[in-house]
């Protein structure tokens, strides 16, 4: 799956099924298969040259669960006494805020959650802007984000100000990466 969405690469640390299968435990869903694959196929790293897919895994910088909490736990903090305050959402469904399992992040410090629908096989991918007020469809899964943001959809998923993206994966741990920030 994922040979045709990137050029190759050296992947970054890689998730085994044990550390999915944990994952999926601790957070009480199933894991997306294009999640999946990636993190068997790909690991940690830098995708298209702005995303961070955290992975399950020892290193708690890059550990899915880990990485989720922190991240829920550190937006509802931020946003603890903003009385009254409201998610601006692309087809203006509040509710996805809501069912928001978040996996990773940009470079520019949106987030990306996964909207989980009980019952589906695949969640929708949503960005959060470092705002934390707009929400933007990012794709149908993880494949689908990364082609959409390397075209004029990125626009739309990134904001009106971004250029395509580059059809790129530098894994964690080789020359010129960094870990989730």
Do not use: K
């Amino acid at each position: 799956m994922w040979e045709t969405v990137f050029e190759p690469c050296a992947p970054g640390p890689l998730a085994g099924a044990a550390d999915l299968d944990r994952a999926e435990t601790e957070l009480g869903f199933a894991l997306p298969e294009s999640y999946r694959a990636f993190c068997r196929t790909l690991g940690a790293g830098l995708a298209n040259g702005h995303f961070r897919v955290a992975v399950p895994g020892a290193d708690p910088e890059t550990d899915l669960v880990g990485r989720s909490e922190l991240i829920a736990h550190s937006i509802a903090a931020v946003l603890e006494g903003r009385e009254g305050h409201r998610f601006e959402v692309e087809g203006d469904d509040p509710s996805v805020i809501e069912r928001a399992c978040f996996f990773g992040q940009t470079e520019a410090g949106e987030f990306l959650f996964w909207d989980v629908v009980p019952g589906r096989d695949e969640y929708e991918i949503w960005v959060l802007g470092a705002d934390l007020e707009s929400i933007r469809f990012g794709g149908a899964d993880l494949v689908d984000l990364m082609r959409r943001s390397r075209g004029p959809a990125v626009r739309g998923i990134l904001g009106m100000g971004a250029e395509p993206l580059p059809a790129s994966f530098v894994g964690d741990g080789t020359a010129g990466s960094a870990g989730l920030h």
